[in-house]
Nanobody, 124 residues
Framework: QVQLAESGGGSVEAGESLRLSCTAD?????????MGWFRQGPGKQLEEVAA????????YYHDSVKGRFTISRDDAENTVYLAMRSLKPEDTATYSC????????????????WGQGTQVTVSS
């Protein structure tokens, strides 16, 4: 069974927008203290992007996406979103959703469950 499923990736031009979705089963959605998004670009290390507390409201962002990306959650749909605007070529990466986070949201090891990832490609 799929615990986390991402969608919404694609190929866009610089300056355009995309919204990623991460849908979880209920147990996974409410596990841990927060859910997050990570990304890994070509030839780069895995990088934290954003996180949101399980109770909602409090959000965290990597400096490189502050003001451009917005993480949110819809508890009725067991879904976390990552709205991305003003995309840049350096945002090109595979974006992965993670659940069951406890501790430091920036650390991949803080998360228990990971999705398969969705590709985002931004051309200049």
């Amino acid at each position: 069974q799929v615990q986390l499923a991402e969608s919404g990736g694609g190929s866009v031009e610089a300056g355009e927008s995309l919204r990623l979705s991460c849908t979880a089963d209920r147990e996974t959605y409410y596990s841990g203290s927060f859910m997050g998004w990570f990304r890994q670009g070509p030839g780069k290390q895995l990088e934290e992007v954003a996180a949101i507390l399980t109770g909602g409201g409090v959000t965290y962002y990597h400096d490189s996406v502050k003001g451009r990306f917005t993480i949110s959650r819809d508890d009725a749909e067991n879904t976390v979103y990552l709205a991305m605007r003003s995309l840049k070529p350096e945002d090109t990466a595979t974006y992965s959703c993670a659940a069951g986070g406890v501790g430091n949201w920036r650390k991949s090891r803080a998360y228990k469950t990971w999705g398969q990832g969705t590709q985002v490609t931004v051309s200049s």
